[in-house]
């Protein structure tokens, strides 16, 4: 950039903000203030400013010191462009300030983006200012995360510059995805520049790029991050004269007057090359949703359900309430997941009105992903207050008048109407006698399926494509989606991108062959044409379109076979399994355990999630949410947790992906190894796999010497050394923290003070021998025996079974002077009260715990039985969760009919559950007692 563009881009920088008050107090901008920002001497800068005002690229306004304005600045101040560039002093130039603007005069494409006049104020500012530019704009970069408008944004940027004549209505708008083809540079530059004939194979002829394509007009670079280095610098060139060439070319002969807008989701420092971001004089940071003001964000929510409104053609009515939530459940995604969210919940409260007059949107029907959104918020109270003084009453849309489109083209809009397809779905299942209920089951489903696969597409599809295309040429892959497409519109089945790698490698295959004149011959199938017609049949006109497209021959044996592939794709997935998905706390926790599995067992369908401490537990929900969806072959997901939170995600996932999702806890390398090898090898069923692990503890004894023999507690030398307990883990985090904190409490309960518990990594036991050999270790605790020579309690034992019961029987043997009374339920009442504070809002966890222990205390009289430590556990959380269920009248629907035992046993469940009542006033109904006697049955079952 030259000198006096660079200052020409700072002047527009410094008065972007600038307003009346500013100019009538300050002036205007100085030369010296520019010289200070972009350290040029100011003599140099004052004779550049000069110059600039005689080719009227900006306002001089006279006085001591000479002020300047950028020329954006002038039109944002008076409402348009000044006829005059100079004034002969500052009072003549606020001589011109408008009292009374004419609003018509005054409107531009801009003046329909939310938040234009206060939160985007200085954006839109610094965007006019870098169109109106002479000659052709400011190259702009725009920054902010996913989701909060930067396609709009740069769209706003081509409308304005459309509006005040710099572009003609038919200039081109040209956008390109820069992550498309980040790891092909050769397409990406035959993609942006074009090619000429013969540039690499599959080149028949010259093609124009993008570059051409935008000429006179704005080329928008998407996710400019994923540019490689020599993109950028083709890009950078293209800034600096206009110049490029195709690929194949050896000079840059080829002109553009083009005008480059990039975005970016990344830091432009550490993202872009540094020579590219210099090129860039304007950089525009567009604030996230929760930066955005009270009012902004309650003028973005109106605007969305108005789409709506329009779309179902009735009036929507939202509750203060849902409308908070709404706002605060939009916390990762910014507007795009605001829109989503709305987009859910009005195709749920269309589907319960539609024979009302209007759509009603209450709270209490919002779904429970959405609901913690205004708990979320009630923790920010001065934001809380804000949108309070902003919703003095329930928020009212309507559907008449004419619906604002800010873009054209909205790639985030789906591309049918789901409320159509709502009505009539019920219309047919009323006219089959189907009841309300089920009806609304049904199409709830329906409605999830419907919106997470049109968001999904965005978030799935580019990454696969780019790894396909590691493999696959582009040619072949876009030959291949072709033949998909017309293979599910003739079958009218849906393919998944099984088929898009398979039938892309095999034709790749295929072309090889047939340049290098090899013929592959096929045995025994020449049958397939009478037992596969249907796919003998596609095979015969896709081979033709292969003989059009790729100019070759198919011989009839590659028919036969293509007959072969297509049935073998189209098949039900025979092969479908069990997917498993560890997830732990720890940085590398659950990593490294799934890493010895797939070391052992082969490559399967097992995915790991770790969990640091200070990650938060909704972004591992989400993560989880997202890793399920892509491994679910169809038979579920059997989620293997070590505890905390993670123990109630496999229900939340069940419900908001509609896969089945089990969930076995306190996990070891053993369990995952059992898990794959029954899902993998013996193809066992989500149910099967599940119930057999419940109860599984290893495939050895887990006490390998009786206590008596230990060498750890008969060598003499022993009794001088301070006594300890062995805490391991694989990284030393997490789970041997944790447990170090539950052993103190044991010891606690124990009287024993004197004992020393050792947290240290699995990997770091054999280097750390002489350190150990300084305590006299009782026993060892953790995910894996570290094999120091003591006997090894794993996490399952300790938890699941009698662990206090386990440790105090070590200890006390191994000094039998000590005779202190356990305090049993000690672990039980802390890991349960950790679980509560996880899910519970309104009621005090510490509060109910002796409740909830007396409670269950009395079921275990009443059943005739005992339940371990785990299950304590489990039941504790279920009826705290259920006891809050009541608090928000949101108790579960017991969905079966009850069985005779249940009927005979509800009065007597309910006599034990008077002590909520008397304490809490809070009574369970019968729907949660019947599922709680079904918890007791699976445990006796178990037993």
Known sequence: MKRNERILAQLEMLSVSLSWNDLKKNGGITALQIAESVEIQRNNVSADLNQLFREHKLIKINGRPVGYLSLATAERLLGTLPEQTFFDSLADFIALEPHTLNTDEEKTPFSDLIGADSSLRNQVEQAKAAILYPPNGLDTLIVGQTGVGKTLFANMMFNYARHIGKYSEDAPFIVFNCADYYTNPQLLMSHLFGHVKGAFTGADSDKRGLVEKAHRGILFLDEVHRLPPEGQEMIFYLMDNGGYAKLGETERTHHADVLIICATTENPDSSLLKTFVRRI??????PTFEERSAKDKIDLLRFLLTT?????KKPIEIDTEATKALIGNTTYGNVGQLKSNIQLVCANAFLHSLREEKLSIRFKDLPAEVKNGFFHLSGNRVEMQELSDQLQSDVIVMPDGKNISLIKDDAYEPDFNLYSIIEDKVGFMVDQGIKDEEINRFIGIDIDIHLNSFYEKFQNN????????????EDILNFTENIKSMIEESLRKKLDERFILAFGLHLTAFLKRNKEHKIVRYANIENVVQEMSTEYELSLQINQMIKTHFSVSVPMMETLY???????????????????LVAMHGSSTASSMVNVVKTLLGESNIRSIDMPLDLSPKKVLDDMRTIVREIDTGKGVLLMVDMGSLTGFGDILTEETGIPVKTIDMVSTPTVLEAVRKATIMEMELDTIYRSLKDFRGYDSYLEKPLGTSTALTTATHLDKPTAILSVCTTGEGTALKLQSFLGNILDNMGRSDIEILVMPLHEVAQRKEELERYNIVVSVGI?????????IPLEQLFDNEGEDIIAHYFTAFNSSIQQQVNKPSMVLQMSEESLNEFLTYLNPSKILPLLRAFIDDIELFEEINLTNGQKINMMVHIGCALERCVLKETLTYYSKPSPSQLSKVVDYQTIALLFSTSLQIKLPDSELF?????IENVKIQN
């Open 281 to 286: 004089p304007i950089i525009i940071t567009i």
């Open 308 to 312: 709506e409104a329009h779309r179902i």
């Open 462 to 473: 580019t990454q696969s494509r780019e790894k396909m295309l590691k493999v696959i040429n």
């Open 562 to 580: 293509l007959t072969l592939l297509i049935n073998s794709l189209l098949k039900d997935n025979k092969s479908q399994r069990v997917a498993i």
């Open 784 to 792: 894996a025996n570290p094999n120091v020579g003591v006997p090894f």
């Open 931 to 935: 599922y709680l006697m079904d918890m």
